[in-house]
């Protein structure tokens, strides 16, 4: 099958310097409505790579995303955002972005280029085989993650992948490929823009399902969330509240004697206050 790289096609929109400011927010948000219906496409690929990272992370492995320039950010940012979120070491979710964490502010030339520095990455961090990868790449083609992902399935090491065209090189080479097909850009060859709304939303749907899989969210609450701040603690309070239904002086109590929403009830239902 023909691959075609629909994110580098022309815009459906011309003459954008022309254009009011109302204009091109129009224009924009209508483009960026369609993102959903295309996730939606792509749920049974979605829910087949949650299916892999959540047995390889019971398994005592970990999930790493790796990227280049936006699909490499958007990778460190939903990796930094579980141990806050669901109480996990920071080392169950490893983002890793060509050219260093000095590339996480500032574009470093050339660094996606490279089809063996991504596995070199990797192999800092010990990669083995209870790990998974997911290689970040909206235009499929990027030799930096295409290269991790060859050398992570040489080494038998669980591959998925999140793209915006079909039938990429990518695609081709994880295990678990997810195919978000957005379409061109406002402006042509922008992917920051829907292309990087899409990847965002499968990540967000990636860890989040995972972690609730693997029990760090009772009912609907983020039960082991890390207290680093008035808000989160005012909220674990509130929980303790609802779910023990007990004074907010007493939630706030437990919550400073366990420092864990999940452990402050549990000990309160053992006896132990």
Request: hydrophobic fraction near 35%.
């Amino acid at each position: 099958m023909d691959f075609i790289k629909t994110t580098e096609q022309d815009s459906y929109y011309n003459h954008l310097e022309q254009m009011s400011i109302k204009e091109l927010l129009v224009n924009i948000n209508t483009e960026d409505k369609t993102v959903p219906s295309a996730v939606e496409k792509a749920l049974p690929q979605i829910e087949k790579l949650i299916e892999a990272a959540v047995a390889q992370l019971k398994k005592g492995g970990r999930l790493f995303y790796i990227g280049a320039g936006t699909s490499g950010r958007l990778g460190i940012l939903d990796a930094s955002e579980c141990p806050p979120t669901f109480g996990v070491p920071h080392e169950l979710v490893i983002g890793i972005i060509a050219g260093g964490d000095k590339a996480i502010r500032k574009a470093v030339e050339f660094a996606e280029d490279s089809t063996t520095l991504g596995w070199e990455d990797l192999k800092s961090q010990n990669i083995n085989t209870n790990d998974i990868v997911v290689g970040i790449a909206a235009s499929g083609t990027t030799p930096y993650v295409i290269g991790a992902l060859k050398a992570c399935n040489e080494h038998n090491i669980t591959t998925g992948c999140i793209t915006c065209n079909h039938n990429s090189p990518l695609s081709r080479t994880a295990k678990f490929p997810i195919e978000v097909i957005v379409g061109p850009e406002v402006v042509t060859g922008s992917s920051r823009m829907k292309a990087g709304t899409a990847q965002k939303l499968v990540l967000n749907m990636i860890t989040t399902t995972t972690m609730i899989q693997l029990g760090h969210v009772k009912g609907n609450k983020m039960v082991d969330m890390q207290l680093s701040n008035n808000k989160l603690v005012d909220r674990g309070t509130k929980m303790i509240m609802n779910e023990l239904n007990i004074s907010q002086k007493e939630a706030s109590e437990l919550l400073k004697t366990f420092k864990n929403v999940r452990l402050a009830i549990k000990n309160y239902k053992d006896g132990n206050k």
